[in-house]
């Protein structure tokens, strides 16, 4: 029976490059997939695109490709990324580029377009945000971006054209992995079964290292070894659509039923109703059994079909975030960092500073868990205020810093370490859109 292996090179826009270069090089892959997408991540890098027009991409791609391009052509590894954000055309000249000057004649790279509606926006004005309940129309703040998911079409599209590095914008995380085994196997795209189970293997890889241990680790309860050294994970996939989750021998982490269970669940809000652009998969009879050190055979997905609609993410300005931060140590701590925040305060409001929201921590203390009446069992030997405030415009934003600053001289004594921030907030909406209409679109070149 036919079997691939792919790897998963990346979980997140800035995830380390090392485990990636190990898999390449001692996986045995066929294909590596890099993750790179975060429904923000897309709106920001709208934005750096409305900067300037060659820009948009994962702010890595140079960085990574530098490394992955000689590896993958010596070893024969199709590369698929979604490191084309907001700019899969400018990141296929970049890497283009890169592969000629490198001379790895032969080497195909593609781009997949077509999620990016943004031109289109006014079609869908009347359409219902999830997050509000109200019409896009209604939303208070300019949009940047709209990117509807594709699923796995345009990367099936490529590979058939012989693309050896792939390059999309927004797909589903999933897809990434689900287009190899589509193509490598001949898989019917309407055989929702198979094509469930290939959404699964996707889901168990596109986090990269969370499934080797990673996000597993827990000191003294879920101890994983050499952290440090944490390899990122392989699917060793046959034609049926079963498959081994392992990693390079001899890396950290560690691959069990207990770690890829945790990441099966990961983000899963329907174990039996998973939608995503290629099908509705069904994870809710999934099987996972240890066949050996750090392999774990995994079955029984099944799926049901596609929907008519495609979610889009819309990312839109909403103010900005202005926030100051200073450290208060020994006794009375604490009550001098109460009165501090109390000093910013009545600072801000008679300045007229207009604030939309205001949020004070006392990190150590409460700036995780939100418990006014939480008891404090010991005396904190140290505390960091953070005052912050959400903004309609940067001048107020730049205030709230700035006023906490202003507790250096001002009292109360004995704070240190001051920090001031302002971020423009950047966010995201989400709608359905039709289906229809919607399509796929493919680059390809070759360095010759």
């Known amino acids: 029976m036919k079997k691939i292996r792919i790897g998963s090179g990346a979980g997140y826009a800035g995830d380390r490059l090392e485990p990636a270069l190990v898999l390449l090089e001692k996986g045995k892959l066929d294909y590596i997939g890099f ?7 897309i709106a920001i890098a709208q934005q750096q695109r409305l ?3 060659e820009k948009g991409y994962n702010e890595l791609l140079e960085y990574r490709m530098e490394k992955i391009l000689p590896l993958a052509y010596k070893n024969k590894v199709k590369v698929i990324t979604n490191m084309g954000a907001a700019n899969p055309e400018s990141a296929l000249e970049v890497v283009r580029k890169m ?4 001379n790895l004649k032969g080497m195909k790279i593609a781009a997949v377009l077509g999620d990016n509606i943004f031109d289109n926006i006014e079609k869908y004005s009347d359409t219902i945000v999830w997050e509000t309940g109200k019409p896009l129309n209604g939303l208070d703040g300019e949009i940047v971006s709209a990117n509807a998911y594709l699923g796995m079409e345009g990367i099936v599209k490529a590979l058939q ?11 589903s995380d999933p897809a990434l992995f689900l287009a190899p085994l589509v193509y490598e196997f001949g898989w019917f795209v309407e055989d929702y079964d198979k094509i469930g189970k290939g959404i699964l293997i996707g889901h168990l890889l596109e986090c990269a290292s969370q499934v080797t241990g990673g996000y597993y680790a827990e000191p003294g309860k879920k101890d994983v070894k050499d952290l440090w050294n944490l390899g990122f994970p392989i699917a060793e996939v046959d034609e049926s659509g079963d498959a081994v989750i392992t990693k390079v021998e001899g890396t950290g982490g560690t691959v069990t039923t207990s770690t890829c ?9 329907n174990p039996e109703k998973y939608f995503t652009p290629d099908c509705v998969a069904d994870f809710s009879k999934v099987t996972m059994e240890q066949v050996g050190k750090d392999k774990v055979a995994v079955s029984g997905a099944t799926g049901r079909e596609k929907t008519d609609t495609l979610k889009a993410s ?10 100051g931060e200073m450290s208060y140590g020994g006794p009375g701590c604490l009550e001098r960092a109460k009165l501090a925040a109390e000093i910013v305060r009545k600072r801000l409001e008679m300045q007229e500073v207009e604030m939309d929201e205001t949020r004070i921590d006392f990190i150590g203390i409460n700036s995780i868990y939100r418990n006014d009446s939480r008891e404090i069992i010991c005396y904190p030997e140290e505390v960091r205020l953070r005052f912050a405030a959400r903004t309609k415009d940067r001048e107020s934003a730049v205030m709230v810093g700035n ?11 004995s704070g240190g370490g001051a920090a001031k ?12 859109v039709p289906r229809d209409g919607i399509k796929a679109e493919i680059i390809c070149k070759e360095v010759l």
């Open 35 to 41: 993750e790179c997408l975060a429904e923000r991540t």
């Open 51 to 53: 900067k300037d027009p």
């Open 99 to 102: 592969a000629e000057d490198k």
């Open 161 to 171: 054209e012989g693309a050896d590095v792939i390059i999309t914008g927004r797909v």
């Open 261 to 269: 269970t945790e990441q099966l669940l990961y983000e899963i809000h």
């Open 314 to 323: 819309i990312g839109y300005k909403d103010g900005f975030i202005g926030e």
């Open 403 to 413: 006023e906490v600053e202003t507790l250096y001289t001002n009292g109360p004594c």
């Open 421 to 432: 921030y302002v971020k423009e907030i950047m966010s995201v909406a989400s709608i359905l």
